[in-house]
């Protein structure tokens, strides 16, 4: 939800309801530094406070329900959106996941603070009105914008899944301008030349990485940090790649040696990666074989099982059987359909072994999902 506006800081006098919402922020608070991170003060928190979002409260049935994350989950009212927003915001950076289903078209309109983001969406539509842009997923949005207004329509027959980083002007204009000091780094014109860029699959596989991690506490913090600061390194070089501001090492000579090697192969294994989850993603239903995947990646299986688990922490199976999850999660949340049926819609011959595993990754029967998600007041 790269979607936001800025209100001064400080706190709210007034009505009960307002005070819940600065009690809620405490939740928000940075690791012991006593601060609203900046990221999440001037960006974040306005915005889903337009949009009608709120915090998920630890009491609340759907709490149990969600992966268990460092950060904190906000979601719609019922009646216009099943599903999530998880971010994690730390000073002047956060990444987030989206993974809801509109139950009418929505209208999204806010003020829209500066910052530059990146944010790989696996499926949407949507219309922007500010930048005239449409798209559906998947697409790479490489999202910088100097209007101070966000106009957007998100359409509902589409689900919305993305993966989102976002970098508050303290992290590009500061940090990364000391970090590329010496070579005139344009962090903006950097971000904006990826936007809609087709082949980025180590970008990808970085974004999806952040959105599989289950870590708490300070190994969070760190660990997010990290793959902000690789997916900034990608993009720059990305951008310098499109640009044909340099020269790659086999015309330089600069890639040669032990050191470009493994860079080279590092690069490659990520490309691999990144086609075998993109097609995942597409086939999560039917599943793939072994073999199949393999040819994808062009790699052996047993390196692609290695490499797969080394860079997700799950093996391919176990990634899969979470896709699948998560679809049934939303057609138990938002239909009828019996138990057998959205068995077979996601990819399970028989409701005994999807309901299996469903208890393994959800932590409860489908059924108990159904009914703790069921249509209540807010």
């Given at each position: 939800?790269?979607?936001?506006?800025?209100?001064p800081?400080?706190?709210?006098?007034?009505?009960?309801?307002?005070?819940?919402?600065?009690?809620?922020?405490?939740?928000?608070?940075?690791?012991?530094?006593?601060?609203?991170p900046?990221?999440?003060?001037?960006?974040?928190?306005?915005?889903?406070?337009d949009?009608?979002m709120?915090?998920?409260?630890a009491?609340?049935p759907?709490?149990?329900?969600?992966?268990?994350?460092?950060?904190?989950?906000?979601?719609?009212?019922?009646?216009?959106?099943?599903?999530?927003y998880w971010?994690?915001?730390?000073?002047?950076?956060?990444?987030?996941v989206?993974?809801?289903?509109?139950?009418?078209?929505?209208?999204?309109?806010c003020?829209?603070?500066?910052?530059?983001?990146?944010?790989?969406?696996?499926?949407?539509?949507?219309?922007?009105?500010?930048?005239?842009?449409?798209?559906?997923?998947?697409?790479?949005?490489?999202?910088?914008?100097?209007?101070?207004?966000?106009?957007?329509?998100?359409?509902?027959e589409?689900?919305?899944?993305?993966?989102?980083?976002?970098?508050?002007?303290?992290?590009?204009?500061r940090?990364?301008?000391?970090?590329?000091?010496?070579?005139?780094?344009?962090?903006?014109?950097?971000?904006?030349?990826?936007?809609?860029?087709a082949?980025?699959?180590?970008?990808?596989?970085?974004?999806?990485?952040?959105?599989a991690?289950?870590?708490?506490g300070?190994?969070?913090?760190?660990?997010?940090?990290?793959?902000?600061?690789?997916?900034?390194?990608?993009?720059?070089e990305?951008?310098r790649?499109?640009?044909?501001?340099?020269?790659?090492?086999?015309?330089?000579?600069?890639?040669?040696g032990?050191?470009?090697?493994?860079?080279?192969?590092?690069?490659?294994?990520?490309?691999?990666?990144?086609?075998?989850?993109?097609y995942?993603?597409?086939?999560?239903?039917?599943g793939?074989d072994?073999?199949?995947?393999?040819r994808i990646?062009?790699?052996?299986?047993?390196?692609?099982?290695a490499?797969f688990?080394?860079?997700?922490?799950?093996?391919?199976?176990?990634?899969?059987q979470?896709?699948?999850?998560?679809?049934a999660?939303?057609?138990?949340?938002?239909?009828?359909?019996?138990?057998?049926?959205?068995?077979?819609?996601?990819?399970?011959?028989?409701p005994?072994?999807?309901?299996?595993?469903?208890?393994?990754?959800?932590?409860?029967?489908?059924?108990?999902?159904?009914?703790?998600l069921?249509?209540?007041?807010?």
């Amino acid at each position: 939800m790269a979607n936001q506006e800025a209100r001064p800081a400080g706190r709210r006098t007034g009505d009960a309801r307002g005070k819940g919402r600065l009690e809620e922020r405490e939740g928000a608070r940075a690791h012991g530094s006593g601060q609203v991170p900046d990221v999440m003060r001037d960006i974040q928190l306005p915005c889903m406070e337009d949009l009608g979002m709120r915090p998920v409260k630890a009491d609340e049935p759907m709490a149990a329900l969600l992966p268990k994350r460092a950060g904190v989950y906000y979601r719609f009212p019922r009646d216009t959106a099943s599903g999530y927003y998880w971010t994690f915001a730390d000073g002047d950076f956060a990444v987030s996941v989206t993974d809801m289903t509109l139950k009418r078209d929505f209208r999204e309109r806010c003020r829209h603070p500066r910052f530059v983001g990146v944010r790989y969406f696996e499926s949407v539509r949507a219309e922007e009105f500010v930048t005239g842009k449409r798209y559906e997923g998947p697409f790479l949005e490489g999202h910088v914008m100097r209007s101070e207004r966000w106009d957007a329509l998100l359409y509902a027959e589409v689900p919305a899944r993305s993966v989102e980083i976002m970098l508050a002007p303290a992290f590009y204009e500061r940090y990364l301008r000391d970090e590329y000091a010496d070579e005139g780094l344009d962090v903006e014109a950097a971000f904006a030349s990826i936007d809609g860029i087709a082949q980025f699959p180590e970008l990808i596989v970085a974004l999806k990485q952040i959105e599989a991690y289950r870590g708490q506490g300070a190994s969070a913090r760190l660990y997010y940090r990290g793959k902000v600061n690789e997916a900034v390194a990608l993009i720059v070089e990305k951008s310098r790649e499109l640009s044909g501001a340099h020269a790659n090492g086999a015309e330089t000579g600069d890639g040669g040696g032990a050191g470009g090697a493994a860079a080279v192969e590092s690069a490659s294994c990520a490309r691999a990666l990144g086609r075998v989850i993109e097609y995942l993603d597409a086939h999560a239903r039917e599943g793939a074989d072994a073999e199949t995947l393999a040819r994808i990646a062009c790699m052996g299986q047993t390196k692609l099982r290695a490499e797969f688990k080394r860079a997700f922490g799950c093996t391919i199976t176990g990634y899969l059987q979470r896709r699948r999850m998560a679809d049934a999660s939303r057609l138990l949340a938002e239909s009828d359909m019996p138990l057998a049926q959205v068995a077979a819609a996601v990819g399970y011959r028989t409701p005994e072994r999807f309901k299996e595993l469903f208890e393994r990754e959800m932590g409860c029967s489908p059924a108990a999902y159904r009914k703790a998600l069921a249509p209540r007041a807010r």
